[in-house]
């Protein structure tokens, strides 16, 4: 069983950083396969990150390259994403994810999930 808790989400305005933690109970973290996804209002729930058992290989989607970062330190059993020059579209709750397919962006890949962290983007 592993638990996650996201943590960082907040209102920024747009052009602004944030950056989301997600802390992973269970043994076996560096072994895990992580993502985040988010859930824009009204819409379904989309991949945003991925990153490897090993963390030498990342995958984003398209809209986010070049301006979020995903990364772990698997000495404190957590992952991150950074996120700068956020956009008002960027808006959504934002969700951690455990034990996924790398390089799969379901959501159906993913065995656990994180409560969410709302980030809003004013603009």
């Known amino acids: 069983q592993v638990q996650l808790v996201e943590s960082g989400g907040g209102l920024v305005q747009a052009g602004g950083s944030l950056r989301l933690s997600c802390a992973a109970s269970?043994?076996?973290?560096?072994?895990?396969?992580m993502g985040w996804f988010r859930r824009p209002s009204g819409k379904e729930r989309e991949f945003v990150a991925s990153?490897?058992?090993?963390?030498?290989?990342?995958v984003y989607r398209d809209s986010v390259k070049g301006r979020f970062t995903i990364s772990r330190d698997d000495a404190k059993n957590t992952v991150y994403l950074q996120m700068n020059s956020l956009k008002p579209e960027d808006t959504a709750v934002y969700y951690c994810a455990a034990k996924g397919k790398f390089g799969s962006v379901s959501v159906s890949s993913y065995d656990y999930w994180g409560q969410g962290t709302q980030v809003t983007v004013s603009s």
């Open positions: 990153i490897s058992r090993s963390g030498g290989g990342t």
């Open positions: 269970g043994r076996s973290f560096s072994d895990t396969v």
